[in-house]
């Protein structure tokens, strides 16, 4: 399966690094040498690295052809998710453009470098969204919105199946549907919004508005 990539971001494209001007049609690396082999074979992605610290948007872009499938490939074995990997990657590459200047190939090939500050940001990645994830889960418990709990409980209190069922059909078919599937599925807001293929705010509307039926109508049977 062809990968598919969009080309050096706009953002790297327009941005030269600061007191760099245009390089000559031939230019050296640090310590005097030709950067091209003598024997005219293309140059290296080292190479085009340490030309990209200087300003060189052109080799930038071979940088990024040449790199840019192996830091997502890295990325996405961390994260499992074409997308977030495909923003990683993007993160990466503009890492690289912004901090080429810092590449010794005497540590390291340019490839080595990418891929450990596509494993690192991949990581960061994971960490942030879980983080994400945990607060909102928090916040659902200091609400007490966990819908499946809610229901439970005024079950247990004093309603029997039948009871239940008849205000379950009350519901209109989107909130039956993601009520059902949150409380006899026991599945969470993400997995109910998964489920249904709609967006997660529209689930948890969808459970919040069915909930308040079903307390105004078991509600009104108990008394």
């Known amino acids: 399966m062809t990968l ?18 245009r390089l000559s049609p031939v230019s050296t690396s640090r310590d005097g040498a030709l950067d091209a082999p003598a024997d005219g074979a293309p140059p290296t992605t080292d190479v ?16 990024y052809d040449a790199l840019s499938p192996a830091v997502f490939g890295t990325c996405l074995s961390v994260l499992r998710d074409r997308d977030h990997a ?5 993160e990466v590459m503009v890492e690289l453009w912004r ?3 810092r590449f010794e190939a005497e540590r390291g090939s340019a490839r080595t470098w990418a891929l450990t500050l596509a494993h690192r ?3 960061d990645r994971v960490r942030s969204v879980q983080s994400q994830r945990n607060r909102d889960q928090r916040a659902l418990d200091e609400q007490g919105e966990r819908p499946f ?37 026991g599945r ?8 249904l293929a709609a967006p997660l705010a529209t689930v948890k509307s969808r459970i919040r508005d069915g909930l308040l039926r079903l307390r105004d109508c078991l509600g009104v049977m108990v008394a």
């Open 99 to 101: 901090t080429a200047a």
């Open 121 to 123: 940001r991949a990581v």
């Open 4 to 21: 598919l990539l969009p080309a050096v971001p706009d953002a790297v494209r327009s941005r030269t690094p600061s007191g760099c001007g």
């Open 149 to 185: 709990d809610v229901v439970a409980e005024e079950v247990e209190d004093a309603l029997d199946r039948e009871r239940v069922r008849h205000c379950l059909d009350g519901l209109t078919p989107t909130q039956h549907e993601a009520v059902v599937l949150a409380y006899y599925g």
């Open 188 to 195: 969470t807001y993400r997995e109910v919004a998964d489920e």
């Open 48 to 63: 085009l690295l340490a030309r990209a610290a200087e300003g060189d948007q052109h080799a930038f872009a071979q940088v």
């Open 86 to 90: 495909a923003e990683v990657t993007q």
